[in-house]
């Protein structure tokens, strides 16, 4: 079994929920290029780097290939094998030192004597899934920094029920999708996107679905296939309704702004704050579908009046069916709180005057408020920075794993209104 982490250390998902690993809080998660993901250890202890890959299984390859040590380290130097993590897979590890690379011209780096930090480097192994990591050491040799690098690997656990990669979930959708509607054209589009019939599907948020929960592939999918089918037979009447017809039905929905803006501009929106835009949208029984520009000439509305529409609708869909809260922490203390249930109009509560009234009724004049998903957002009083830090890191994890991300911001609501929330 790997090793349990102490208590203290924070929880890191990786790529696509291939594995779980464990960090101190005191290393720094960066994103890195190709899906890496890199801790940083304080005080330029140096880094320790993950990336995660597939290969099916007649692309399998062994350990000592993957981990190509003429390549990656021409000139070491003690090179020896280290104690492997206990994953239930296949485990390669070694350590050694190489040079450093040093600025300057070859005649002075010539002169020079060779500088030497060391590395470590694991792949751990559990087909389909590979994962490759790299210790390096960055500034003076810090013996701590590559202790604790070791234990971090040695935390890591292996998905034993991988969800596939996106290229591979994308050929599944496009062969359930001919297996389906075998009378419609099918194929697959660029950008992580489905072509049906008329309809182009942006599989992004079905494939966040699925690495959650992989057993229920054709239940996450097919509803949504089904409903963009459906729509296509749509006529006249619920394309282009009249006003009246849905005027009771319009709802605000954050997202975020560059996907609107590159994606869909026919949308009608209005940027907002950190990085988000509320769009609009009309609710229906199972579903709901944005409102496009040229509806706005058909209703003689502008985005300000389908705002002010939307407005009204949003709070009186939360006082018909009321927000329930968890409230964690002491009055005097600093204050955590998060919606009960899972709603596709919580985080656009927050475009609410009226509730920030109540918030401030439990937090005072000023909160950060945290948005990772369209169904979820965190509020948390201000009186303790490392509380407000903790929730921040948590925000970016689960704006990284939760459907319909919007930001891994925090917002800062005073009684001015709401802007992006900046540390003190």
């Known amino acids: 079994m790997p090793e349990t982490p102490p208590p203290h250390w924070m929880q890191h998902n990786g790529t696509n929920s291939w594995f779980t690993l464990w960090h101190p809080p005191t290393w720094q998660v960066r994103p890195g290029e190709g899906g890496t993901i890199n801790f940083l250890a304080p005080d330029d202890g140096g880094v320790l780097s993950l990336n995660a890959f597939w290969l099916e299984p007649g692309q399998a390859v062994s350990l000592d290939r993957i981990v190509d040590i003429e390549r990656l380290f021409p000139r070491r130097r003690r090179v020896q094998e280290l104690k492997s993590p206990t994953t239930g897979g296949a485990v390669l590890a070694l350590g050694g030192e190489s040079p450093r690379d040093e600025p300057g ?13 060391h590395w470590r480097i694991w792949c751990l192994a559990q087909s389909p899934v590979y994962v490759l990591a790299l210790y390096l ?19 890591l656990v292996l998905n034993p029920t991988p969800p596939v990669p996106p290229e591979v979930f994308a050929r599944q959708v496009l062969d359930l999708a001919r297996r389906k509607f075998p009378l419609l054209d099918c194929e697959s589009a660029p950008d992580f996107q489905l072509s049906l019939g008329e309809s182009k599907v942006n599989l992004f948020n079905f494939y966040r679905s699925y690495v959650n929960a992989p057993e229920q592939f054709e239940d996450i999918v097919l509803p949504a296939l089904t409903t963009v089918v459906q729509v296509q037979g749509w006529g006249k009447a ?7 017809d849905v005027r009771e039905r319009i709802m605000p929905m954050l997202y975020p702004e560059d996907v609107w803006r590159e994606q869909f501009p026919n949308f009608i ?8 835009v509320v769009l609009y949208v009309v609710d229906e ?3 709901y579908w944005y409102i496009r520009g040229d509806l706005l000439t058909h209703w003689g509305l502008s985005v300000d009046d389908v705002h002010d529409i939307a407005m009204q609708n949003l709070d009186r869909y939360f006082e018909e069916q009321p927000m329930e809260f968890t409230l964690a922490g002491e009055e005097s203390g600093p204050r955590l709180l998060m919606p009960t249930r899972p709603d596709a109009y919580n985080a656009a509560r927050l475009l609410s005057d009226a509730f920030h009234f109540k918030l401030r009724e439990l937090f005072g004049g000023e909160f950060a408020v945290g948005t990772p998903s369209r169904d979820f957002f965190v509020a948390v009083s201000l009186d303790s920075t490392e509380t407000v830090e903790h929730v921040r890191k948590k925000v ?16 800062l609501v005073t009684l001015d209104g709401v802007t992006e929330f900046v540390p003190r």
Do not use: K
């Open 105 to 117: 011209a070859f005649w002075q780096r010539w002169l020079r004597p060779v500088r030497w930090r």
């Open 137 to 155: 050491q960055t500034g003076n040799h810090d013996p701590e920094a590559e202790t604790v690098a070791s234990m971090i690997v040695n935390t």
């Open 238 to 244: 619920q394309t282009e309704p009249d006003l009246a």
């Open 269 to 276: 929106g209005a940027p907002w704050v950190g990085g988000l």
């Open 285 to 287: 029984s199972q579903a």
């Open 396 to 411: 970016g994890e689960d704006f990284r794993q939760m459907d319909h991300p919007l930001s891994e911001r925090l917002l």
